[in-house]
């Protein structure tokens, strides 16, 4: 074993370490084959050289980060750990969740993807939050559709909160499903990458396949389903409460949404944030947070999401040193 001493500058240890210095704990628990100790504003490193190699950049990366950043969270030190432990899933072809309609094989493509599907095996009901394109709702609907497949469910219900992206549905000409329509497109573009178009015409019809507002679920206990609510940040904690009630027996859950992209009023609270922070900690429940790594779309996408997230973060400071 050889030893590698990497010395913090210009950082609050508090911030980059974590409380209790849970942060490094984090990276050590990821390599256990080796020795990391912190001693102060010193990191002290003992392992083999290629273990070494890899635990130095994931401290390298966490420190640009807090560099650009101000905080290092323990989902940021996952993030940096997945990208030197394969960041992406072996091709394998037992990680494969159906065929599509054209023949293509539809599986998780992340270290995150994969806990999300791992994670739905453990539990009933599971929050998986995350930035756009991380492929948290199709891997969600890939996850329906191969249950009812397999006969694990008789039915399939997706629905979103009717609030999307600043617009006033009540301008949109039809009745409340055409307004609606649009805002579901992902959903159904989904839905067909992986059901044959008139199959899903006909589990549509016969209420086998289910999508709809999320007021239509209020007074409903839905049994034997898989139940998707898309887009769960536009929620309020009533909705939200009143969604997490419906869930029946032998059925499967599963909530998504991007917390960065709230398009309820200023002083109305988010009911995807409020519940995972209520829930967390129950069994049979898992909480699942994808990153701007797990970013499947054009390469900008991340570089985008970064961006933002980097001109919040200096927003917030701003704000607090003017208070």
Known sequence: MIEKIITLENVELVDFLGVQNKNIEEVANAFPKSKIVSRGNEIRIKGDTTEL???????????????????????????????????????????????????????????????????????DLVFAVGPAGTGKTYISVALAVQALKNKQVKKIIITRPAVEA????????????????????????ALRDMIPVEKLRYYMESGIIEIAPLAYMRGRTLNDAFILLDEAQNTTPMQIKMFLTRMGPKSKMIITGDTSQIDLPRNQQSGLVEATRILKGIKGIGHVLLSDKDVIRHKLVKDIIEAYDKHTTDEDRGKKSKN
Not at 60 to 85: F, M, P, W
């Open 53 to 123: 190699i890899k635990i130095n950049d994931v401290i390298r990366n966490l420190v640009h980060h807090y560099h650009q950043y101000g905080k290092i969270t323990e989902d940021n030190v996952r993030s940096y750990v997945a990208e030197e432990t394969e960041a992406t899933i072996p091709d394998d072809s037992k990680n494969v969740l159906i065929f599509g309609t054209r023949g293509s094989a539809i599986k998780p493509k992340t270290i995150n993807q994969q806990k999300l599907v791992y994670s739905l095996q453990d539990n």
């Open 166 to 189: 600043g617009e006033n549905l009540g301008f949109l000409p039809g009745d409340l499903k055409e307004k609606l329509d649009p805002y579901l497109r992902p959903i159904y573009d």
